[in-house]
């Protein structure tokens, strides 16, 4: 079978380019025009490549890379091979995403599964929607009645976008997407399968049966707002649904009706937010993580994977287990539980001997 390149590279880089991008000095000697061909781990790049470390993980391969240069925080640079150039910043894995954005744009955001340029056949826009110039349509996408799209903006394929939606311009949304009931912002990306405004889960129990309970609320996504693929947002039931932006969402999240997310907030795979709840801004939320409905998550905390959040938690904490608390305690009572394990073995192993 013959090697495919998903992600060609649109253009080169130079060593001085990189490193004025990470504000360090290159060392004496060094040809700051030497052209980067490519980039890859540490283990496998060669002469012409551009790595990066700042992970003790990877001490051992960065002491044997072939890279022809390497993005290093300053703890690891003694540590670079005299063959390869070090490029001494601290923020070594952030100017290596700068570099890959600038060799492989394509890789930024979904593109075209069709390499559509306007609507394309197949497509179903209703005459009442208004598209900006410089949208783009896949095949078996289905646009609603009095929906407006901004330029610049992708909608892939079979993906729907329902009547009187609002989306933004350069806005990225992959193929099999479902918008409803929902205004999205500038530059809002939303991976495969993702699925936007549909029902909260809302019904009064009782011995007679579960009332189904309307659900008339949006959801509103601001600016810069990036979801994964398969993730859902319930819109609100009687309020709006709201992530605020530069928010970035993993794959598989559940976001039930209500929800408050704030600004810069990062939310990893397979957490479960329930109804309600507010998340202040720069909020980081460890995968598989669940949260109580009717809570409030602090500006600037930070939730443990795995954890079981059943109540507020204050700004700037730092909090893990079931139920999450912070930190300290948390790790102290696994100590003592430990202790106590411990202590039960060596008095069974006595009365073993004994």
């Known amino acids: 079978m013959a090697e495919s390149n998903f992600f060609p590279q649109s253009q080169t880089l130079n060593l001085r380019q ?22 890859a781990p540490l283990e496998s790049a060669g002469t012409g490549d551009l790595a990066y470390m700042d992970n003790p993980a990877y001490v051992g391969a960065l002491g ?3 890279a022809a240069a390497c993005l290093v925080t300053p703890r690891y640079a003694a540590k670079v091979p005299a063959q390869t150039i070090a490029i001494v910043t601290p923020q070594a894995y952030r100017v290596f995403a700068q570099a890959l954005a600038i060799l492989f744009p394509s890789a930024m955001r979904p593109e075209s599964a069709f390499a559509a340029t306007g609507i394309s056949p197949g497509s179903f826009v209703h005459p009442s929607a208004r598209l900006e110039h410089g949208v783009r349509v896949d095949p078996g996408a289905v646009i609603g009645p ?6 610049g903006t992708l909608i892939g394929a079979h993906s729907v976008i329902g009547p009187h939606v609002k989306i933004g311009r350069d806005c990225s949304l992959a193929a099999q997407v479902s918008v409803i009931h929902a205004f999205l912002g500038n530059r809002v990306i939303l991976h495969p399968g993702v ?6 889960f809302g019904f009064a129990m009782g011995p007679q049966g579960h009332l189904k309970v309307p659900q008339v609320g949006r959801v509103i ?9 398969n993730t859902t947002v319930d819109r609100g039931a009687s309020r709006d649904t709201v992530i605020g932006e530069g928010t970035k969402i993993d794959n598989l999240v559940q976001i039930a009706h209500n929800v408050v997310i704030g600004r810069h907030c990062v939310i990893v795979a397979q957490v479960g937010i329930a109804g309600s709840t507010t998340i202040e801004d720069y909020v980081a939320i460890g995968g598989q993580v669940a949260v109580k409905g009717h809570v409030r998550i602090g500006m600037g905390a930070q939730i443990a994977a795995t954890s079981g959040v059943n109540g507020d938690v204050p700004p700037g904490a730092r909090w893990g287990g079931i139920p999450a608390r912070p930190m300290r305690e948390w790790f102290r009572e696994i100590t003592a539980l430990k202790k106590l394990a411990s202590q039960g073995d060596s008095a069974k192993d006595d009365e073993a001997s004994s």
């Open 221 to 229: 996504i601001q600016d810069d707002v990036e979801i994964g693929a």
């Open 146 to 151: 009095y929906a407006e799209i901004g330029s």
């Open 18 to 39: 990189v490193a004025e991008m990470a504000n360090a000095t290159l060392p004496d000697g060094t040809d700051g025009e030497l052209l980067l061909r490519g980039v």
């Open 195 to 200: 699925r936007i405004g549909q029902d909260g």
């Open 64 to 66: 044997t890379t072939r």
